[in-house]
């Protein structure tokens, strides 16, 4: 909401009864701008249950940030959602396994994403998701690299590359030109599809042959074979740019390999 002059900014909340709560936002002496956000309980314990669920999972430590030193009542809310659903129903499973739920300032938890060797769940609030997730997937070469995997509250799982659609590069296959579209995220979308599924229906030969795909993708890359965004940045010697179709003929007969 734009304030084009002096006045004050209320927040006013009325119940099922007719009651109203005032709150005082801002006093506001001169033009600026409010900004509101709200959410609900019931789906910031979804968001944190899906994250000790996948904890779980996959066997790591999950560490949870935010700003509650700022935002004393929007991301301390998270905050304590998260530290009472962890004390009341996920602290044994975790100590059985051996992990850990840690709690830090998103910029603590920045500073120590970048001196480690990761292996560890983070968990997010969607806009520091959106922006730390971006820039680690740049880190490492490209956004093509970056694969996402949703998980509901109940239990359900969705693989997907995060990077959405290389629009330029599908316009030149359309005429017909070469591209080299790293597909990595893609694959890596498909086998924790595969791997997960075969975990579900008790097939260990598909989840085998997820892992193997993934063995030979990266074997791929470390061999030099690789699209032009990592190309254009890998420090390894012989570098082979390859088009997007070369790139797969490359993985597969990695992949022949390890059969």
């Known amino acids: 909401m734009k304030i084009d002059r002096p006045g004050k900014a209320e927040l006013v909340f009325t119940d099922a009864d007719g009651n109203e709560t005032r709150e005082l936002i801002h006093d506001f002496k001169a033009p600026g701008i409010i900004q509101g956000v709200h959410n609900l309980d019931a789906s910031i314990e979804g968001f944190a249950r899906s994250c000790f669920n996948f904890a779980l999972d996959t066997k790591q430590d999950l560490w949870f940030a935010s700003k509650d030193t700022i935002s004393k009542k929007y991301d301390h809310n998270f905050k304590d959602i998260f530290a009472d659903l962890y004390e009341k129903e996920y602290k044994a499973k975790f100590e059985a396994l051996g992990i850990t739920y840690f709690y830090t300032l998103i910029d603590d938890v920045v500073a120590r994403v970048i001196k480690s060797e990761g292996g560890f769940i983070w968990a997010c609030k969607n806009y520091d998701g959106d922006v730390m997730s971006d820039l680690l997937a740049t880190a490492f070469g490209s956004l093509g690299m970056m694969t996402s995997v949703l998980v509901s509250p109940d239990g359900k799982y969705e693989y997907e590359a995060a990077h959405g659609t290389v629009q330029r590069h599908y316009y030149k296959y359309l005429d017909g030109q070469p591209t080299s579209t790293n597909s990595v995220a893609t694959i890596f979308a498909w086998t924790g599809a595969l791997k997960k599924r075969g975990e579900l229906d008790g097939i260990a030969e598909l989840s085998a042959f997820a892992e193997k795909l993934e ?32 790139f797969i003929q490359a993985i597969r007969a990695e992949l022949e390999k390890l059969r």
């Open 215 to 246: 063995k030979a993708t990266i074997a791929t890359i470390e061999g030099g074979t690789m699209t032009g965004d990592l190309a254009l940045i890998s420090k390894l010697p012989n570098v082979n740019k390859v088009n997007t179709l070369e």
